[in-house]
T-cell receptor
């Protein structure tokens, strides 16, 4: 599986935008970029995914670099409820093990009131 | 609420024992996944079932086994338990055969403590 690199931790203030980076320099052409997050004492939850183009949904936006070697998850206005561990995951559409999610260490996001 | 239910929430047992963790997927979902989360290993994929059949295996020990029943609920059996098996065990479900854009919905987990 292609590897992702994320900062161990980030901090933000409530109501401010948050940009969570992810590096994936060995990404292949068939890898989708997925983001999941895990709130304290809960199971992971899906946030967003994309392949090449930037994506928006009600939770966040995903900005993907033109060369696809990095991406950024954007939370437009952080709330205290957004404090979580954020995981950037690559899923290979061309592989046979695409069912599993391979979690790295993720980024611990702290949101200050 | 993801729609995935797991029982029990907590389980405390002794080394050498056997336990069964249960998962009910979201209504209509055919795939069930099991993950283990421990402090030293992080979140790791164990095994996937699709419509009753095993489809993918991860870092699952031989002492562990799973199955998916005709009603699509799944059970993870852990035997000859060791202290190192203490962890959070998550079940997730998805609609199809885990296409690369399939979203996985996670349950609240079962916390296993082996004493």
């Amino acid at each position: 599986d292609a590897k992702t690199t994320q900062p161990n931790s980030m901090e933000s203030n409530e109501e401010e935008p948050v940009h969570l980076p992810c590096n994936h320099s060995t990404i292949s052409g068939t890898d989708y970029i997925h983001w999941y997050r895990q709130l304290p004492s809960q199971g992971p939850e899906y946030v967003i995914h994309g392949l090449t183009s930037n994506v928006n949904n009600r939770m966040a936006s995903l900005a993907i670099a033109e060369d696809r070697k990095s991406s950024t998850l954007i939370l437009h206005r952080a709330t205290l409820r957004d404090a979580a561990v954020y995981y950037c995951i690559l899923r290979d559409a061309g592989g046979t093990s695409y069912g599993k999610l391979t979690f790295g260490q993720g980024t611990i996001l702290t949101v200050h009131p | 609420d993801s729609g995935v239910t797991q029982t029990p929430k907590h389980l405390i047992t002794a080394t050498g024992q056997r336990v069964t963790l249960r998962c009910s997927p979201r209504s209509g979902d055919l795939s069930v996944y099991w993950y283990q989360q421990s402090l030293d290993q992080g979140l790791q994929f164990l095994i996937q079932y699709y419509n009753g059949e095993e489809r993918a295996k991860g870092n699952i020990l031989e002492r562990f086994s799973a199955q998916q029943f005709p009603d699509l609920h799944s059970e993870l059996n852990l035997s000859s338990l060791e202290l190192g098996d203490s962890a959070l065990y998550f079940c997730a479900s998805s609609a199809g055969l885990a296409g690369v854009t399939d979203t996985q919905y996670f349950g609240p987990g079962t916390r296993l403590t082996v004493l």
